[in-house]
């Protein structure tokens, strides 16, 4: 009887004392500030040796750090898939078993990203996709997948007017004075959006433009310097000074043709005119001392800002009502038109 009171006594104190727990720790009423919140981004980018994803890439780490509150704390893991889809799908895995709250993934296979889908799903982790674009089915899966890119026809057609008009304002363009541009196209890889894109958009706008062009070839070197110096040697052998023109679906490919011809020795005169597109720090460098005559500014630094300001919204919960997404989803920024009179406002 009395250790049954007892044992009553003691439970309303432990009742009294757990209230007054619960009074502290909720302010009686009032809302107390948050727990300090983590931000994991897991990136993984289809080559860690592409130009100009790594300066994008870059530029998204620096706007990260400026833009996370003050009192939540990031981290932001960066990993190669080295141009192999089943790396990427496995540094995924490993980046959800890591605790990563957002992906943003640079598919290797924009037509493969079933596997990541699925993987971030179960794990209730959005995905922003950049760079290499997913088809929309495959984007509407899940209400949490985006996307953030540009428009490859958008910089096809400028890339096409900046060389219309260099060659309408350098008659020396068509050295064999024959009326025609005889040109070659460098393309990116097969299957990446801003490869055919780029390429049929740019001859169709100089078409369009009235310039007569013949086709000495194509050539398809991956979006690589290196592999654009070895094509360009080769079409050199084949064609001597023939080529009046080349057309490259991106800044390194242009350069890597520019390198071609350095290291053959070519006269000055015998030089074709390039154009790229980028606008990455060494094809800036080359539109300033004249070697390119043109780039289209692939913004790098917009997306890079867009992709940052996502990550953070999605990783605290925040509304994205007005971020601007198109369909809910998709963000492009445009690309502008670079040449050696407005280069330097790119180059700061
Ligand atoms: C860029 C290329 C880059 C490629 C990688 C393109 O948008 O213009 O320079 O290599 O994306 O996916
Ligand atoms: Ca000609």
Same mark, same amino acid.
């Given at each position: 009887m009395n250790n049954q009171k007892i044992n009553v006594k003691k439970l309303i104190w432990q009742l009294v004392l757990l209230t007054l727990l619960i009074a502290?720790?909720?302010?009686?009423?009032?809302?107390?500030?948050?727990?300090?919140?983590?931000?994991?981004v897991g990136v993984v980018v289809y080559d860690q040796n592409d130009t100009f994803l790594s300066?994008?890439?870059?530029?998204?780490?620096?706007?990260?750090?400026?833009?996370?509150?003050?009192?939540?704390?990031?981290?932001?893991?960066?990993?190669?898939?080295?141009?192999?889809?089943?790396?990427?799908?496995?540094?995924?895995?490993?980046?959800?078993? /890591?605790?990563?709250?957002? =992906?943003?993934?640079?598919?290797? @296979?924009?037509? !493969?990203?079933?596997? %990541?889908?699925?993987?971030?799903?179960?794990?209730?982790?959005?995905?922003?996709?950049?760079n290499r674009e997913p088809v929309e089915e495959d984007l509407m899966r899940w209400d949490r997948l985006y996307y953030i890119g540009a428009d490859a026809k958008q910089s096809g057609v400028y890339q096409g007017e900046l060389a219309a008009e260099f060659c309408a304002a350098h008659e020396g363009v068509d050295r064999n004075r024959d009326g025609k541009i005889q040109y070659v196209v460098l393309e990116g890889q097969p299957g990446h959006q801003d490869a055919?894109?780029?390429?049929?958009?740019?001859?169709?706008?100089?078409?369009?433009?009235?310039?007569s062009l013949d086709k000495l070839g194509y050539r398809i070197a991956n979006w690589n310097r290196a592999q654009a110096t070895n094509q360009v040697s080769q079409?050199?052998?084949?064609? /001597?000074?023939?080529?009046? =023109?080349?057309?490259?679906?991106? @800044?390194?490919? !242009?350069?890597?043709? %520019?390198?071609?011809y350095d290291q053959k020795n070519i006269t000055a005169t015998d030089y074709p005119v390039f154009f790229g597109i980028d606008g990455t720090t060494p094809g800036l460098e080359a539109v300033v001392n004249g070697s390119m005559?043109?780039?289209?500014?692939?913004d790098?630094?917009?997306?890079?800002?867009?992709?940052?300001?996502?990550?953070?919204?999605?990783?605290?919960?925040?509304?994205?009502?007005d971020f601007g997404l198109i369909n809910g989803k998709y963000i492009y920024k445009d690309y502008y038109k670079i040449t050696r009179?407005?280069?330097?406002?790119f180059t700061s």
């Open positions: 502290s720790v909720f302010g009686c009423g009032q809302t107390v500030a948050e727990a300090p919140k983590n931000i994991n300066e994008m890439l870059a530029k998204f780490k620096d706007d990260l750090k400026a833009k996370t509150p003050e009192g939540v704390t990031f981290t932001c893991t960066v990993r190669d898939a080295a141009n192999a889809q089943q790396t990427e799908d496995n540094a995924v895995s490993e980046l959800l078993d /890591g605790g990563c709250n957002v =992906l943003c993934i640079n598919l290797v @296979d924009r037509t !493969a990203p079933s596997d %990541i889908i699925q993987l971030a799903k179960e794990a209730n982790v959005p995905v922003i996709f950049f055919i894109l780029r390429t049929d958009n740019a001859v169709n706008t100089m078409l369009d433009q009235g310039v079409l050199i052998d084949q064609f /001597g000074s023939a080529i009046e =023109l080349i057309l490259a679906n991106n @800044d390194e490919m !242009a350069l890597g043709a %520019i390198a071609a005559a043109g780039t289209v500014y692939n790098q630094k917009g997306q890079a800002d867009a992709m940052a300001a996502l990550t953070i919204r999605l990783a605290l919960g925040q509304d994205l009502s009179q407005n280069v330097k406002n």
